[in-house]
Nanobody, 119 residues
Framework: QVQLVESGGGLVQAGGSLRLSCAAS????????MGWFRQAPGKEREFVSA????????DYADSVKGRFTISRDDDKNTVYLQMDSLKVEDTAVYYC????????????WGQGTQVTVSS
């Protein structure tokens, strides 16, 4: 398993931006597809975005498409989530996760970082 540590969460007004980071403790970061998930109070955890290990292909939930951008820096073992035009409904704990290659099985998870968007 990979240790993942998220950072960058906080309180922001609607329409604002935040950039989340997730640092991975592994020498094989390049072999992992990285994903971001979120869980709002009283709701199930949901997929937000992912970037694959090989070509950097990205995927987004419809709810964030056009507002969020995922990227990765394999030299720094870090994945980012740039969140723009934030909405109140984006409020949640955001989790970083890692899946080996393109298995789709996210077996390593971070502890989460809180994002709160105020109106």
């Amino acid at each position: 398993q990979v240790q993942l540590v998220e950072s960058g969460g906080g309180l922001v007004q609607a329409g604002g931006s935040l950039r989340l980071s997730c640092a991975a403790s592994t020498n094989t970061f390049r072999t992992y597809t990285m994903g971001w998930f979120r869980q709002a109070p009283g709701k199930e955890r949901e997929f937000v975005s992912a970037i694959d290990w090989s070509r950097g292909t990205t995927d987004y939930a419809d709810s964030v498409k056009g507002r969020f951008t995922i990227s990765r820096d394999d030299d720094k073992n870090t994945v980012y989530l740039q969140m723009d035009s934030l909405k109140v409904e984006d409020t949640a704990v955001y989790y970083c996760a890692a899946a080996l290659f393109d298995t789709g099985r996210y077996e390593s998870w971070g502890q989460g970082t809180q994002v709160t968007v105020s109106s």
